[in-house]
C-alpha cells in the first residue's frame, strides 16, 4: 500500500519527518514539490520581465493570463459527466497556451497605447475581473458537486503512464478505476516503480514506494524552464528582440525608425501571455483543483513582482535568482507556520523567537522609536542617505501606530490578548522589505541587464578598401 501524504504540509528537504521508514519517499514529495513551484514562479518571472523588463509595460495584472491557462486547462480535460470536455491533455494545454496569447495580442491594441500608469490600472482590473468570475460564473464550475466553486477533477498530464505503464487500461469496466488503483498494485511496474527503485523509496515492509507523481510534474517544469529560456534568449538576442529594447527606452524614437510599435508591443504582450498560460497549465497540475482564492494579488502577483524586483529586469538569469529567492521564503515560512504548533519541530524556537520580537515590537513602540531615533542620527552623521531614511521612516511608522492605535485594537486583534506574529503577514512584510532594499541599494537588481552589441563581420576586400582610404585610422 503506497503512502499518501498530505500535498499541502511543509515541503522543505531538511524538514525532518515522524515516519523515519517513510523518510525517503516524503523528501522526494517535498523536494518534487519544490522543484515545480520554483518552475511555476520562474516562468511567471519570464513572462512579467519580457512585458515589463524588456519590453516597458508595466503589467500587474499577469495572473489573469496565468488564469486564463489554469482555467482552460481545467475545463478542457475534466471529464463530460462533471460538465467538462474530456479533451487530452496536450491539446488542451496547447489551446490554453494559445488563448492566453490571444488575449495578451487582443489587449495590445485598446491599451498599449496608454500611458504606463493606465496600462498597469487595466491589466491588474483584469487579473481581478477573471478572479471575481470564477467566483460567480456558473459555467466555470467544473468537477464540483452542486453549486460548489471551482475547477477540479480534471485529467493530470502522463499520471495514468507514471503509475500504470503503457498498455494498461483504466476505467470502471477494468481492474483499475484510477491511476491510484494502479500505484497500489505491487504486481505492475510503471515508471513510478522503476524510479522508486532508482531512488530507494521504500516502506516499512521493505517493499519499493512508487515515487510521488509531484516528481514526474517536477521534471516537465524543468524541461519547460530550459526550454522557453532558450527560446527568450534566442528571440531576445535577435533584431526583434532589440526593437523592444528600443521601445522601452524610448517609443517615438524607435517609431521614427520605421518600426511599427504597436505591433511589436502586441506580439510582446502575446508570448509573454502564452508562457503565463503555461504556468497556470502547471499550476493547475499542481493544484489537482482550485478555486478563486488562488488568484488574489497578494498569492500571486505580489510574489512575481517581488522576484522580478530582486533578481533583476530584462535579465532572465536574475528571473531565475529572484524566484528561488521568493519560492525559498514561501516554503521556510510553510515550515515556520507549522512549527508554532508544534516544539517537536526544530524551527520552534525560530518561531518562538519571532513571536517574541513581534510581541516587543506591539507592546514597546517607545523603545523601538528610539532605536529608529539612534539610526536616522547615525544615517545623518555619516551622510548616508539609505540609512537616514529607514530611520525616519520607521520612526514616522511607528509614532503613527502609537498615537492612533491603543490597547483596544490590541484587544480586538488577537484573541485573548495574547499577541503572537501570524506567518503569512510576517513573509508578506519581509518580502516587501526585500522590495524595498533593493529598490533603494541595489534597484537594477542582483543581475541587472548586460549591454549587448552584435558583432559585426568585414570582410577583406571591405577591410583592404577602408585601410587604403582612411589613413591613420586602426581598424579592427
Known sequence: ???????????????????????????????????????????????????????????????????????????????????????????ATIVAIILAAAFGWALAYPTARLRMDYFAIVT?????????????????????IGSAIGISKYTLPLKQWWFCGNGVAIGPNTDYISADSCRDDLTLIGPADKMGQLLNLTDANGLIEPAPYMMLLAIMGIISVLAVWWLLETILSSPWGRILKAIREDEEVAQHHGHDVLSHKAASLALGAGIAGLAGAFWAWKLTGFEPSIMSPARSTFLVWAAFIIGGKANNKGMIVGAFIIVLMEFVFNVLVAAQGSPDLPLYTTADRIDRLFHWLVTSQWEVIKIFIVISVMGIMIRNRAISDVGISGIFILLFTLLMLGQRSIDESFTGSIVSADMAYVKVFLIGCLMLFSLKLNSKGLIPEVPFRPKTHVN?????????????????
Not at 523515519?20 to 518552475?39: C, D, G
Not at 520562474?42 to 495584472?61: A, D, R
Open 460 to 476: 577583406k576586400s571591405s577591410r583592404r578598401f577602408f585601410s587604403d582610404n582612411l589613413k591613420g585610422d586602426d581598424i579592427e
Open 1 to 91: 500500500m503506497a503512502v499518501k501524504v498530505n500535498q499541502d504540509q511543509v515541503f522543505l528537504y531538511w524538514l525532518p519527518i515522524s515516519n523515519s521508514e517513510t523518510m525517503n519517499f516524503n523528501k522526494a514529495l517535498q523536494v518534487s514539490n519544490v522543484l515545480l513551484t520554483l518552475s511555476i514562479f520562474i516562468l511567471m518571472s519570464f513572462s512579467l520581465n519580457l512585458h515589463t523588463g524588456v519590453t516597458g509595460m508595466v503589467n500587474f495584472g499577469l495572473i489573469f493570463f496565468v488564469g486564463i491557462g489554469a482555467i482552460t486547462v481545467g475545463i478542457l480535460t475534466a471529464p463530460t459527466e462533471v460538465h467538462g470536455y474530456a479533451w487530452p491533455v496536450l491539446p
Open 124 to 144: 491588474i482590473s483584469l487579473g481581478e475581473i477573471l478572479r471575481v468570475l470564477l467566483a460567480g460564473e456558473p459555467l466555470l464550475r467544473v468537477g464540483s
